[in-house]
């Protein structure tokens, strides 16, 4: 009993794996939509996103097969919440990366991003992709180091954020409102799936040890989409 | 044993219920803090958001030791596992009004929001409220036909959503790139905690009945933080 366990247990991780892969090809496509006004890899990322939330309803109900048929203790059973909560996680990162995509096609077959903008989504897509990388390869390492490495590309995420609002509240800001309206949404969506990629690790390090992350309290495996990170722009 | 479990279950319900009557203080409070330009009541919000996360941590531990000592079937798991899922949904509208109460705090003294647009603000408030409200009923009353009535006043503000774009998009639009973006986060705030509403008294169906309401699928308790409503801005 106890081996099917495990390996049940290691069968889930390695299918919400797949869905951290899924859901970093999302954003990476997405930003490249948005830069390109590129209307197939925007509709691509959108139509996709069904796909995810079939494969995380999957593992949810292998997540739920485990703890009906192995009657896990107290302890496997909150290990077993985790994993659903990242589910959850991945399956919002997926409608967030839809959103960048569906700011691209809104503005078809304009670009939505001026050019001297390029840079700040650039960076912005790349810090979310780098961490939605990093929460798959926590998962796969199981390297409850490495899940604090998250938190600093979460600072990085901040600094790009700060700098972006500074940039639009600029007397000289010559984009206009839609812009700075889409660049807004943009940087809380990119800022989004960046809070559930630390919350994902932190969840990973519960899944697997059972012990929560550093002093992060109840946060880390609780309920929280998690890390609320402190926001430069107070909002 | 069954008694005790749904004394317990109960217990759980009541505290869910005590948990979003807060929440529907805090949204009210936010959308006063930020029409009155009041620091004193956004910073209370801020303040109290805490001990809402207190709050969701306790309600967590019950259902926690309820499954662990009740030994709940796997049916009895799924409708727990709801549970959790509308704390999390709580601690998240939690925070989105919270961040409304930051923007108000950032523009302090100045009011973030000018008198022409109070209406704007005023209406997306109110909706987000009296979903709130809607969703604390469906606790208390157990009534699942009132559930369904949520979905009318997401509609509601999808609506409100749309026209404030139209506003903002509009090449007469006099208030500045500054507001635009304060307003563009603001409604995204008010429809996030819409749509964790309208999840919510989904999951209540789901945990009371163990019954999907309507046709949603795996969507009502399943993971999705809930009901992505169709957006009229595409974001």
């Known amino acids: 009993m106890r081996d099917s ?15 951290t892969r899924t859901v970093s090809t999302a954003v990476r496509r997405s930003t490249a939509a948005l830069l390109e006004a590129d209307i197939r890899k ?7 996103d069904i796909q995810l939330d079939a494969a995380g309803e999957g593992v949810e109900e292998k997540v739920f097969e485990l703890m009906a048929r192995q009657s896990p203790v107290a302890n496997e059973l909150r290990m077993l919440v985790a994993g659903l909560r990242m589910v959850a996680d991945l399956e919002r990162m ?7 995509s569906k700011i691209a096609r809104m503005r078809y077959p304009a670009p939505a991003i001026p050019n001297e903008l390029h840079d700040v989504i650039e960076s912005m897509g790349s810090v979310a992709g780098k961490m939605v990388d990093a929460a798959g390869d926590v998962i796969a390492s199981r390297d409850v180091e490495a899940a604090g490495k998250l938190e600093a590309s979460d600072d990085e995420m901040d600094k790009l954020r700060s700098n972006q609002f500074r940039l639009m509240m600029d007397a000289d800001w ?8 889409d660049m807004a949404l943009l940087s809380r969506y990119y800022e989004r799936i960046s809070d559930h990629a630390v919350a994902m690790a932190r969840r990973v390090v519960y899944l697997v040890t059972g012990e929560l992350p550093v002093a992060v309290g109840g946060t880390a495996a609780g309920s929280g989409a998690g890390a609320s990170a402190p926001n ?3 909002n």
């Open 42 to 48: 925007a509709e691509e990322v959108i139509a996709a």
């Open 94 to 100: 997926g409608d967030l990366a839809a959103h960048v």
């Open 174 to 181: 010559p984009h206009g409102v839609e812009v700075a309206v």
């Open 5 to 19: 366990y495990h390996e049940q247990l290691d069968d889930i991780l390695a299918e919400l794996e797949r869905m």
């Open 232 to 234: 430069p722009n107070g």
